[in-house]
Nanobody, 113 residues
Framework: QLQASGGGLVQPGGSLRLSCVVS????????VGWYRQAPGKQRELVAGITTGGVTNYIDSAKGRFTIARDNAKNTVYLQMNSLKPDDTAVYYC?????????WGQGTQVTVSS
């Protein structure tokens, strides 16, 4: 499993940084990303980063979220700024496309005043 951490409760406009440690064998060869699932909605891919560092985002995250990977630490991050209530969800990291066995428990992000 890939275990995400760093979630919490934050006010609208606030920031959070999520982290996910990935085993070396997975990290070095895979396109990895952050997904989220809001209550009553399907899980969606929010951001991805290739082994070469090329990134992509869903439209609602562009300009606010930044995905990064630290190859020395086998860690992928998601810096989230200007958070909105619509960002409230459980956030997960996984490969792209997702690998069923790698889903962890995720980390809850709640944006509320």
């Amino acid at each position: 499993q890939l275990q995400a951490s760093g979630g919490g409760l934050v006010q609208p406009g606030g920031s959070l940084r999520l982290s996910c440690v990935v085993s070396g064998s997975i990290f070095k060869i895979n396109y990895v990303g952050w997904y989220r699932q809001a209550p009553g909605k399907q899980r969606e891919l929010v951001a991805g980063i290739t082994t070469g560092g090329v990134t992509n985002y869903i439209d609602s995250a562009k300009g606010r979220f930044t995905i990064a990977r630290d190859n020395a630490k086998n860690t992928v991050y998601l810096q989230m700024n200007s958070l909105k209530p619509d960002d409230t969800a459980v956030y997960y990291c996984n490969t792209i496309p997702a690998t069923r066995d790698y889903w962890g428990q995720g980390t809850q992000v709640t944006v509320s005043s």
